[in-house]
């Protein structure tokens, strides 16, 4: 049976995790046990459900109680659901540019690379992508096309970063995904070792002269491939490009030099998820 409690006390510690602690302060780095991350509207908060992510509270307006998130909160036992109108939500910092939903939840222990893909054929790396509306889009076509898994370096932001999740639209639920090593002097050497153990050969999304084209047949006929993506703006290393078995280039016109990395990894995606 759902706790409804009318806000009333905007210091309440039990909103801190909606108004006042930012994303490094939910992850909780020190005890990852411990962290929480914010899922955002019924369909972010149900797929979040589904894998398995235990609710701690809820916070909506009062109009979505028996309207739309109804079966979320049917579905959350009984943890507190904070609720107000929306004039009076909004003087909590931010609420004005969600969904009116939301829902704080217990993070769970990362699996290892090694776990995820185990059965996997192909799969995805990211290297240092910080943006976490990048990050959410690039998980969004990962589960759309074909990918298994999801792998980041250290550098990467992390995907339940509450935009990151919205933007995926709660594929960061339905994907595995981890993080390839612990410290940013796990990648790339390290990194690459593991992947070469897993069986994987790794394929560099990059613009260099010596690029094979996406639809090259070898590229196509690789049973267990990592495709590599690298951060906005710079790209990928040259470490990690001369580490990687294939560089890749997607052809373009119009004089066109290169497409935003999540653009990119959808077209990746599609040509070598097949």
């Known amino acids: 049976m ?4 009318e806000i009333s006390d905007f ?17 909780n780095r020190h005890c990852l046990a411990e962290g929480l991350f914010i899922a955002e509207s019924p369909l972010v908060i149900g797929r979040a459900l589904d894998a ?19 079966e979320i909160i049917a579905r959350c036992g009984d943890v507190p659901v904070y ?9 909590l910092t931010g609420f004005q540019l969600t969904r009116g939903t939301l829902c704080a939840m217990r993070r769970k222990p990362l699996p290892t690379a090694e776990e995820i893909c185990q059965t996997a054929r192909r799969i995805v790396l990211l290297e240092n992508v910080m943006n976490p509306t990048n990050v959410g889009a690039i998980f969004r076509s ?6 298994d898994a999801v792998l980041l370096t250290p550098g990467c932001s992390n995907p339940l970063y509450r935009r990151s999740a919205r933007v995926s639209m709660g594929t960061v639920f339905q994907i595995p995904w981890t993080y390839l090593g612990e410290e940013m ?3 790339p050497e390290k990194g690459m070792a593991r992947l070469k153990d897993m069986g994987f050969k790794t394929a560099a999304m990059a613009l260099e002269q010596d690029s ?6 070898q590229l196509m ?30 052809p373009m016109s119009h004089g066109v030099d290169s497409l935003n990395v999540a653009a990119a990894s959808a077209v990746a995606f599609w040509q070598l998820g097949r």
């Open 2 to 5: 759902a706790r409804i409690i």
């Open 11 to 27: 210091s309440d510690p039990q909103l801190d995790v909606y108004a006042r602690l930012t994303e490094a302060q939910l992850l």
């Open 52 to 70: 398995g992510y235990e609710p701690v509270s809820l916070l909506m307006e009062r109009k979505h109680i028996e309207g739309q998130a109804a």
């Open 83 to 91: 609720t107000a109108p929306f004039d009076v939500l909004t003087q």
């Open 142 to 147: 990962a589960a759309a096309l074909n990918m």
């Open 185 to 187: 002097a796990d990648w």
């Open 212 to 217: 094979v084209s996406i639809d090259a047949p």
């Open 221 to 250: 006929a690789e049973e267990k491939l990592c495709i590599v993506l690298g951060t906005e703006g710079d790209g990928l290393a040259a470490s990690t490009i001369a580490g990687c078995d294939y560089t890749v280039m997607i």
